[in-house]
Every structure is written in C-alpha cells, then in structure tokens.
C-alpha cells in the first residue's frame, strides 16, 4: 500500500520503520529537514540492529529503507491509501495539519492520528472525514513495541476501524480497539499508577529503590513505576496526568505534587541525567 506518515519525530520514523518491512511504501512528511536526516539516521541503525539479531534480512533492510521517501512539502499526498499522523501533540498543529490533509487526501484513504491525549472525535473533526478517522496509537519504541490502540472516535465508520484493525495486523503489530475515552487503556490505567507510587514516595512510604524492587518482586512487573516515570520523561508523565485529570475531572488523577515540582527543577527522568534516579 501507499502510506503517508506526518511527523518524523520519535514515534512517526518508528511507525514509517515498520510499515516500510511490512512492504508498503511510505511517504515521510515532516516540515524539519533535520527532523527528516535524525529519523533516516534513526532508522538505519534500529535496521542494522534487527539485522545483528538475525530477525531481519540485510537485503530486507535495505530494501525497507529505500521503501521510505522523505519530504518536507505537502505534495503526492492524494495517492495515499493510509495517512497516518504523528506530529507534535498540540492541538493548534493537529489542527493546521488536518485542515491541510482534509483538502488533498483521497476519500477512499483511512485516515489515522498517533495522539496519546487529545480527543480523536476532535482531531477527525479538522480533517472534515471523520468517518474515515480513527486513532491508531502505536507505543515506543516501535519497532519493539506489539501493542496498536485502534481508536474509535465519535463518528468513525466500521469499515475505517475494521480497516484500522487489518492494517496493525499487517505490519505484524496487535491491534485493540478501544473507546475515545481519555488516556484509551494503557494510559488511563498506567498514568494514575506511576502518579501513586509518587504519592507513595512523598509520604515516606519507602525509598524509590525499594518502591520499583517491591513493584518487580511482588508484582512480577519488569520496570518499577519510578524507573519508568524517568524513563518515560517527567514532563510527559506531567502532562498525561494533567489532561487525564481535566477531562475526568476526576481528583483521583491529580498529579503528584512531587511531580509537579521535580518538573520545575528540571528533573526530567533519563533525558536530563536525573529523575528519581541519577544518569550518566
Ligand atoms: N513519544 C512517545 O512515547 C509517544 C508514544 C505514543 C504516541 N505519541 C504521540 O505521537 C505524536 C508524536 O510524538 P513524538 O514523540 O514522535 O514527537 P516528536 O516531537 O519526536 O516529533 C514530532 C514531529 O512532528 C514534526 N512536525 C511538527 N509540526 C509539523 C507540521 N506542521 N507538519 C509536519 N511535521 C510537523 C516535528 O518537526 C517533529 O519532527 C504525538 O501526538 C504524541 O502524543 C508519542
């Protein structure tokens, strides 16, 4: 198939990476000419790495590499049989985005955002083809990464999510649909736990060592919450917590104080060498 994919930051190189080994040609978009070199280079080495560990041919590589066409226009979209997008989670650039695509897509394309926590139903409603619309919110990384959340929003048609469901499947990922309910199901379940064991460590509960240890040993969990908060990055951690808990209103997703002042020190997790734990 033809695929465009909108964004080739962290997430929109890995789902290019992907549909370009199930066969399918891809078009890259991404209005930062750096951001188009970092995701080739990105995808190189996450290639040569499949490659090292035999699950890859080296001819199956480079022939998915070659498969991905970097752009910075806005141009040949028209053939495009899957759009999907992945560019900075903000509103007004979805928006912009939308409103573009909504013009030049084909109205047979399925058309798809990568949103962890903006409103799918809102998102289709830029591009004017929301029953062509849904979420399909692949994981980092995702080459590694099975799990697709195929999202159904407000208006989307069956045959889009039925669509939505094959494609996943074809690019050897697990799709599960789901509601367009904030956080969908991992984040929603995910957030508020990584967000308890902050709580937990502010009231003295234990140290944060021991809080993941006792995550891993008692709960068979293969990261504790705390080492996965640093690896996820506070700041995104933050913001999940904050839009689960305006659009619930629910205070059972208030984020942690401690959260919220680690994120004005600068304490970002991995990315900033210090989180609940220090990096090199
Ligand atoms: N990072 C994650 O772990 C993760 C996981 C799941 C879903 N998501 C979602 O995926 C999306 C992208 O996240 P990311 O982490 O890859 O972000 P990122 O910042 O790494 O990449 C976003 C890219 O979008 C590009 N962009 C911005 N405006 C554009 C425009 N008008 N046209 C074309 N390209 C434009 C930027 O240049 C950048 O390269 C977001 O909606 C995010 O919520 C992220």
Redesign the pocket.
């Known amino acids: 198939m033809r695929v465009a994919v909108?964004?080739?930051?962290?997430?929109?190189s890995g789902i290019a990476q992907a549909c370009a080994v199930a066969g399918h040609d891809v078009t890259l978009?991404?209005?930062?000419e750096g951001?188009l070199g970092r995701a080739q280079a990105g995808m190189k080495s996450s290639l040569e790495r499949l490659v090292r560990r035999e699950r890859l041919s080296e001819s199956d590589a480079a022939a998915a590499l070659a498969r991905v066409s970097p752009q910075t226009e806005f141009l040949g979209l028209e053939s495009a049989e899957v759009v999907i997008e992945?560019?900075?989670?903000s509103s007004e650039?979805k928006r912009?985005?939308w409103e573009r695509l909504g013009k030049v897509v084909s109205d047979t394309a399925l058309l798809a955002t990568?949103?962890?926590?903006l409103s799918v139903t809102e998102i289709a409603a830029y591009s004017g083809r929301e029953a062509r619309f849904c979420g399909m919110?692949?994981?980092?990384p995702v080459p590694v990464m099975a799990l697709v959340e195929v999202v159904r929003g407000l208006r989307s048609s069956e045959a889009a999510v039925a669509e939505a469901k094959a494609f996943v499947e074809g690019i050897g990922k697990t799709p599960i649909v789901c509601q367009d309910k904030p956080g969908f199901i991992v984040n929603r379940l995910l957030v508020p736990y990584i967000n308890d064991a902050m709580h937990a460590l502010s009231e003295g509960v234990a140290s944060a060592a021991e809080i993941d240890e006792a995550m891993k040993l008692g709960a068979n969990m293969p990261i504790g919450p705390l080492a996965l908060a640093d690896l996820v990055g506070l700041d995104v951690c933050l913001a999940a917590g904050q839009a689960l808990h305006e659009e619930f209103g629910d205070p059972k997703f208030r984020p942690a104080p401690l959260l919220k002042q680690m994120v004005r020190a600068g304490k970002l997790g991995r990315k900033s060498g210090e989180g609940f734990y220090e990096y090199e």
């Open positions: 909108i964004g080739a930051g962290t997430m929109g978009l991404d209005t930062s951001a992945a560019v900075f989670e650039v912009e985005v990568n949103t962890s926590s919110h692949f994981f980092n």
